[in-house]
């Protein structure tokens, strides 16, 4: 056989196998003759479409293989998702990774629930991967950056924001595909939860605290009642991080708060001035790293789709103590109002906040008294006491309140072994007319203004040269219903001057007027369900709708709101009652 006719039948064969891997030739429809003898374009409109379709054979052969491809990228998909285990699952660590201790580029293991960086080849993740057969891992830290505000080039505006969202990407190792799998939504959900304004606002309805929420254990729990780990001795900020996150505005805030960062710009030598000054910039496009974890730690603790009914707050208080300097730690006891006082002043300035014009205010009346000196012996001391008050303004964060010194001895009953008092005797300080001495100063104060929400700081310890003394004396109060209009000026113009209580932090120790750090403990009574305003023989059917919760770590407990004041309170938040009605229900009870 000569060499060029084989060779012309090996090309042969190879284009005969060729054409049966190809799908069948688009076939024309059309006669070979124009139907009708009609003009060019009549035979195209008589025909349809000038365009060739496709006959029914090649769109099934298409279908088929699409079917045939997903089915082959669904089975790819589901291997090794059955070896997930959600128990072993903690995100409220902070995202280190166990062998390198590096924070970029983090996985989690859904298997055994370790953090191992990267996912290539040479990485910590793909080692992980092969030597513990362990194949499912989720990106900790897969980001998408969005324009907040519409859909536009951000860098074309100078005050653009950019909003971070986490997608909680899911990976199989060694292969390296991306699983696309609706089973792993529980996952991302504890990861980095997300809430609506709807459901936000479904935080205030009366039916809430009448819905439970399941763990994997199948334990019932309240979203946002849920318990936080105590480290080490971090107990009394957590107590304080419990009762911010059930301020409706500031959890509202929290709970919807998406991180940003700012887009870099080119500062031109043609921005307007004033003065020769620049101009004054405007709130920070930016998050602080401490607004980013308290807003997170907030949307956990009111997950509804926890694995486990309780929220480590480690990643928070490790922001915390960075930014504190060190001043507040988890290894150490401290102070939850020096705390809370920190840590408000630290987030408005983060937020962009400024001291405005409709702030809470206090007047505060001095009078200096001076002492004149007997320097012939025959007389004694003479105290001369200025004529006029001088008046200053301030504004005020919370409001502190003096308690009365403890009896140094019992009575004959033993009846003031703890020595109580009243709520309106303790804010007498506050009515303009009560005067206390202080530094060789006579003072009197009047809030100007009230706000939303007062803090009352009860101010139970106090320090010598000595020991730091502790005032056992337990205030009498009342949950709801406390008319603040004696200690305001009469020109206020609020709608309500009527607060009830929603979280109480109450100090435990060993019994004696001396602190003892060691043996402290921090618990919060917080409020379930919000309180309407009406007579006082309503309050059955109002009680239905409002629970009280104390919570101690990682105990959580319902509490009897008759047991609420026995404690040795420190600190107390008070919500103003909404409605211009709440004044008149408030005089018609007191008068049954």
């Given amino acids: 056989m000569p060499p060029t006719r084989a060779i012309s039948e090996d090309a042969q064969s190879r284009e005969d196998a060729t054409r049966t891997l190809e799908p069948p030739a688009k076939k024309a429809r059309l006669s070979a003759e124009p139907a009708g003898n009609l003009p060019l374009t009549d035979q195209t409109s008589a025909f349809g479409s000038s365009k060739q379709e496709p006959p029914p054979d090649e769109d099934e052969w298409k279908d088929e293989v699409l079917v045939e491809l997903e089915d082959d990228v669904n089975r790819r998909s589901d291997l090794y998702l059955d070896t997930v285990n959600r128990v072993t699952l903690d995100f409220d660590f902070e995202k280190l990774c166990s062998v390198s201790l590096s924070n970029i580029n983090v996985y989690g293991c859904l298997v055994c629930g370790k953090y191992f960086q990267g996912r290539g080849k040479s990485s910590y993740a793909y080692a992980h991967s092969i030597h513990e057969d362990h194949h499912v891992f989720i990106n900790l830290e897969t980001q998408k950056v969005r324009d907040r505000l519409r859909n536009i080039d951000p860098r074309k505006d100078a005050t653009g924001t950019l909003t971070i969202v986490s997608d909680g990407k899911v990976y199989v190792l060694p292969d390296g595909y991306e699983v696309h799998d609706p089973s792993l939504d529980d996952i991302s959900a504890v990861l980095s939860p997300v809430f609506t304004k709807s459901q936000v606002d479904a935080l205030c309805s009366p039916s809430y605290i009448h819905r439970h929420s399941y763990d994997l254990s199948s334990k019932a729990y309240y979203p946002g009642f849920v318990g936080l780990n105590n480290i080490k001795r971090n107990d009394y900020l957590n107590v304080i991080i419990h009762a911010l996150v059930h301020v409706p505005p500031l959890r509202d805030y929290l709970l919807l708060f998406k991180p940003s960062k700012p887009i870099a710009t080119v500062t031109t030598s043609s921005e307007p001035s004033v003065g020769g000054k620049k101009p004054k910039r405007g709130p920070p496009t930016t998050s602080s790293e401490l607004l980013n974890r308290f807003a997170a730690l907030a949307k956990k603790l009111w997950n509804p789709r926890l694995f486990k009914s309780q ?102 009953v033993e009846k003031n072994i703890i020595p109580q008092v009243t709520l309106a005797s303790v804010l007498a300080k506050y009515d303009g007319k009560t005067v206390q001495e202080n530094g060789g100063e006579l003072r009197r104060y009047k809030c100007q203004r009230l706000p939303p929400y007062i803090i009352l700081h009860y101010k139970r310890f106090t320090k010598n040269f000595f020991v730091e003394e502790k005032n056992p004396t337990v205030v009498n109060f009342p949950i709801g219903g406390v008319d603040f209009s004696p200690y305001v000026e009469t020109n206020e113009t609020s709608p309500s001057t009527v607060y009830d209580l929603i979280a109480n932090v109450v100090h435990e120790s060993t019994a004696g007027t001396a602190r003892d750090k060691s043996n402290t403990a921090w618990k919060v009574q917080l409020r379930a369900g919000k ?62």
């Fill in 531 to 592: 309180v309407s305003g009406g007579l006082a023989e309503d309050s059955e059917s109002e009680g239905q709708d409002e629970k009280w919760f104390q919570i101690q770590d990682l105990i959580v407990e319902e509490l009897q709101k008759e047991m609420i004041f026995l404690g040795e309170t420190v600190l107390q938040i008070w919500e103003r009652r909404d409605g211009p009605s709440a004044n008149n229900d408030v005089a018609m009870a007191n008068a049954h």
């Fill in 311 to 412: 929220v480590s707050p480690h990643e928070f208080l490790q922001e915390v103590t960075r930014s504190s300097a060190g001043k507040f730690k988890i290894t150490e006891q401290g102070d939850p109002v020096e705390f809370l006082g920190w840590l408000l002043n630290k987030l408005h300035a983060d937020m962009g906040g400024s001291r405005r014009k409709d702030s809470s205010d206090l007047k505060v009346e001095t009078q200096h008294v001076v002492v004149r000196q007997d320097w012939e012996g025959t007389q004694r001391p003479e105290f001369k006491i200025d004529e006029d008050f001088k008046t200053l303004q301030s504004h005020f964060l919370f409001l502190a309140v003096d308690l009365p010194p403890p009896p140094l001895f019992q009575d004959a």
